[in-house]
């Protein structure tokens, strides 16, 4: 009897880290560990079930489902660490370094794409680089477009800055043609609206 | 005397290992089909073909299949010549991918990845790689791999039933063993594949000591990696190791063939597609974030001829996005010999300016950014690029 308890205390500490369904996301500012958003609609928050690849302080949502669109908030990744988690020791992972310049920060996103999406399956390429002030923080945007094969082609808008050495970075991604219009003013005023908590 | 005895006995007992294995050599291998093959009337076969011939549909319609005619003429003039009298059983898909790859179905539908391409010396080289697909075709490897996986397996399913019947536990033991014998077969099939390529690419006028040379550069490839490939478990271990490859097929192209030429010509029709088509070649390489194998890659560009000014532009972008110490110093040179060579692009002089500006050299960063919009007044980053001269506020 003691010995059931105890695997189920073990289940429970080794769940608690796990959300296995989506949660809403309602309107309004929305906080992200030390970045908040603005948004104007609902947005359903993946699980990490479902999102394993994902930094732990990192958020998914999504409207229509995770195949079809995702926007994706990373708060403060830290120099020396990458944008994403893969299983594979053979992966090799790009890696944000504090004193990267934007063109810098652009191809580390199509690396990590690339990654995420499997390397040899996809063609990840950025445009459209340009600067763009998140509050205090001078930042970016660009453009990426993904060819992923046996799959949809994607289409997404990023934004990034770098405060205090670390990296804080939201993208969306979604299928083209149809999703990736249907949701993007939503979406890029959401990553339009992003600033560090004082 | 003692040394001089045991000498006599290794040397006795060599002899007779080579004799063994010479006489263990496989017969010479020849086509099992005929050109134009379709399926017989075995319902397998026929559900082999089916399944796909709906893959290939799938395939076609693929964004990542390379369109541009010269890449696709090239490649398919290459399985045209190897293939001779069977150039039309193949339809070949070039497709975009930066890895080392190229496989074949019972069906003759060839997809070739254009790292391959970019990995290849010679011509000769990709025409080895391809004497090796055509030959698991006209020997109707996957037909047979399939039909045996599937014997085994349904024996081995018995077999496991019985031993779970008998110890009351579920062990696959049948199962584990029919798949380890279906890799077994495997091996022995690439190794056919080997030699029979090599006969293959003979006969159409390409050098068949490239089919080695192929492995061996594979190797060194490894060698200079940072991060090294995950090695096959036992279950998953289907072709024989690069090293392995290499040293058979040497033994064997000498043997058959003669040594190597010492004299290498420059291959201009390999050096046309690289000048051509590099920029997205080598960009996929450099995504990969794998600067050991792309260093490796560039230096065998440099030896091949290809433009320098390509060239030595990926060196740059190699050593800026490796970011180690001294780097951004070997990125500077990188890019400076590239914009003093012919076919250097308009990103060098934008990649110059963003390391002068990281070092701190703000009028000799700006020299370069204003240069590049010289150079491609159209280009997609032009805000970023004004931003850092001074002519846009955020």
Same mark, same amino acid.
């Given at each position: 009897?003691?010995f059931?308890k105890?695997?189920?205390?073990?289940?429970?500490?080794?769940?608690?880290?796990?959300?296995?369904?989506?949660s809403l996301?309602?309107?309004?500012?929305?906080a992200v560990?030390?970045?908040?958003?603005?948004?104007?609609?609902?947005?359903?928050?993946?699980?990490?079930?479902?999102?394993?690849?994902?930094?732990?302080?990192?958020?998914?949502?999504?409207?229509?489902?995770?195949?079809?669109?995702?926007?994706?908030?990373?708060?403060?990744?830290?120099?020396?660490?990458?944008?994403?988690?893969?299983?594979?020791?053979?992966?090799?992972?790009?890696?944000?370094?504090?004193?990267?310049?934007?063109?810098?920060i652009?191809?580390?996103?199509?690396?990590?794409?690339?990654?995420f999406?499997?390397?040899?399956?996809?063609?990840?390429?950025?445009?459209?680089?340009?600067p763009?002030?998140?509050?205090?923080?001078?930042?970016?945007?660009?453009?990426?477009d993904?060819?992923?094969?046996?799959?949809?082609?994607?289409?997404?808008l990023?934004?990034?800055?770098?405060?205090?050495?670390?990296?804080?970075?939201?993208?969306?991604?979604a299928?083209v043609?149809?999703?990736f219009d249907?949701?993007?003013v939503?979406?890029?005023?959401?990553?339009?609206?992003?600033?560090?908590?004082? | 005397?003692?040394?001089?005895?045991h000498?006599?006995?290794?040397?006795?007992f060599?002899?007779?290992?080579?004799?063994?294995?010479?006489a263990?050599?496989?017969?010479?291998?020849?086509?099992?089909?005929?050109?134009?093959?379709?399926?017989e009337?075995?319902?397998?076969?026929?559900?082999?073909?089916?399944?796909?011939?709906e893959?290939?549909?799938?395939?076609?319609?693929?964004a990542?299949?390379? !369109? *541009?005619? #010269?890449?696709?003429?090239?490649?398919? =003039?290459?399985?045209?010549r190897? @293939? +001779?009298? /069977?150039?039309?059983?193949?339809?070949?898909y070039?497709v975009?991918?930066?890895?080392?790859?190229?496989?074949?179905?019972?069906?003759?539908?060839m997809?070739?990845?254009?790292g391959?391409?970019?990995r290849?010396?010679?011509t000769?080289?990709?025409?080895a790689?391809?004497?090796?697909?055509?030959?698991?075709?006209?020997?109707?490897?996957?037909?047979?791999?399939?039909?045996?996986?599937k014997?085994?397996?349904?024996?081995?399913?018995?077999?496991?039933?019985?031993?779970?019947?008998l110890?009351?536990?579920?062990?696959?033991?049948?199962?584990?063993?029919?798949?380890l014998?279906?890799?077994?077969?495997n !091996? *022995?099939? #690439?190794?056919?594949?080997?030699?029979? =390529?090599?006969?293959?690419?003979? @006969? +159409?006028? /390409?050098?068949?000591?490239?089919s080695?040379?192929?492995?061996?550069?594979?190797?060194?490839?490894?060698?200079?990696?940072?991060?090294?490939?995950?090695?096959?478990?036992?279950?998953?271990?289907?072709?024989?190791?690069?090293?392995?490859?290499?040293e058979y097929?040497?033994?064997?192209?000498?043997?058959?063939?003669?040594?190597?030429?010492?004299?290498q010509?420059?291959?201009?029709?390999?050096?046309?597609?690289?000048?051509n088509h590099?920029?997205?070649?080598?960009?996929?390489?450099?995504?990969?974030?794998?600067f050991?194998?792309?260093?490796?890659?560039l230096?065998?560009?440099?030896?091949l001829?290809?433009?320098?000014?390509?060239?030595?532009?990926?060196?740059?972008?190699?050593y800026?996005?490796?970011?180690?110490p001294?780097?951004?110093?070997?990125?500077?040179?990188?890019?400076?010999?590239?914009?003093?060579?012919?076919?250097?692009?308009?990103?060098t002089?934008?990649?110059?300016?963003?390391?002068?500006?990281?070092?701190?050299?703000?009028?000799l960063?700006?020299?370069?950014?204003?240069?590049?919009?010289?150079?491609?007044?159209?280009a997609?980053?032009?805000?970023?690029?004004?931003?850092y001269?001074?002519?846009q506020?955020?």
């Amino acid at each position: 009897m003691k010995f059931v308890k105890l695997i189920f205390v073990a289940l429970g500490i080794i769940l608690s880290g796990c959300t296995t369904t989506y949660s809403l996301v309602s309107p309004g500012a929305v906080a992200v560990d030390s970045l908040t958003v603005q948004i104007g609609s609902g947005w359903n928050r993946a699980p990490s079930t479902q999102t394993r690849s994902a930094r732990s302080d990192a958020e998914t949502w999504t409207k229509d489902g995770l195949l079809l669109d995702r926007l994706v908030i990373i708060p403060g990744v830290p120099d020396g660490e990458s944008l994403l988690f893969l299983r594979s020791e053979s992966a090799a992972l790009p890696v944000f370094r504090a004193d990267m310049l934007p063109n810098e920060i652009e191809e580390l996103v199509e690396s990590s794409m690339l990654k995420f999406f499997g390397e040899g399956n996809s063609v990840v390429s950025s445009e459209g680089l340009r600067p763009y002030r998140f509050g205090d923080h001078v930042g970016f945007m660009f453009e990426v477009d993904a060819i992923v094969s046996d799959s949809p082609r994607y289409r997404g808008l990023v934004g990034a800055f770098i405060a205090n050495n670390e990296l804080y970075i939201l993208y969306y991604l979604a299928a083209v043609p149809y999703y990736f219009d249907k949701h993007l003013v939503e979406a890029q005023r959401a990553i339009q609206s992003a600033v560090l908590n004082q | 005397m003692n040394t001089g005895r045991h000498r006599v006995l290794l040397a006795t007992f060599l002899c007779i290992c080579s004799a063994v294995l010479y006489a263990a050599e496989p017969e010479p291998l020849g086509h099992l089909i005929e050109p134009g093959y379709t399926p017989e009337d075995a319902a397998d076969e026929q559900g082999l073909w089916l399944e796909i011939k709906e893959y290939e549909r799938s395939l076609n319609q693929s964004a990542l299949l390379v !369109r *541009q005619a #010269e890449l696709r003429n090239y490649i398919e =003039g290459i399985v045209c010549r190897v @293939a +001779a009298d /069977y150039c039309n059983d193949f339809r070949v898909y070039l497709v975009r991918n930066p890895g080392f790859n190229a496989s074949i179905t019972a069906t003759g539908m060839m997809q070739i990845w254009t790292g391959l391409i970019v990995r290849a010396s010679s011509t000769d080289e990709i025409a080895a790689v391809v004497g090796h697909e055509i030959a698991h075709y006209t020997r109707l490897h996957s037909l047979q791999g399939f039909r045996r996986l599937k014997s085994q397996m349904a024996s081995a399913s018995v077999l496991d039933l019985g031993l779970t019947i008998l110890t009351g536990v579920p062990v696959p033991l049948g199962q584990a063993s029919a798949l380890l014998n279906y890799l077994a077969f495997n !091996r *022995q099939q #690439e190794t056919e594949a080997d030699l029979l =390529g090599v006969q293959l690419v003979a @006969a +159409a006028a /390409y050098d068949p000591h490239a089919s080695y040379r192929v492995w061996n550069q594979l190797q060194q490839e490894e060698d200079a990696a940072a991060v090294k490939r995950e090695k096959a478990g036992v279950f998953s271990q289907t072709h024989p190791n690069s090293e392995a490859r290499a040293e058979y097929l040497l033994q064997y192209v000498s043997q058959e063939f003669g040594p190597a030429d010492v004299e290498q010509v420059a291959d201009q029709a390999l050096l046309n597609i690289l000048n051509n088509h590099y920029l997205f070649l080598m960009e996929d390489q450099l995504d990969t974030n794998r600067f050991g194998r792309t260093r490796e890659i560039l230096v065998r560009h440099t030896k091949l001829g290809v433009k320098p000014g390509l060239v030595n532009y990926f060196f740059g972008e190699t050593y800026r996005q490796r970011g180690q110490p001294g780097d951004r110093e070997l990125a500077i040179a990188a890019y400076t010999k590239s914009t003093e060579s012919d076919g250097s692009p308009p990103q060098t002089f934008k990649n110059l300016g963003y390391l002068h500006l990281k070092a701190g050299d703000v009028p000799l960063a700006q020299k370069y950014f204003r240069e590049y919009l010289e150079a491609q007044p159209d280009a997609s980053d032009r805000a970023m690029i004004e931003f850092y001269l001074g002519d846009q506020e955020s």
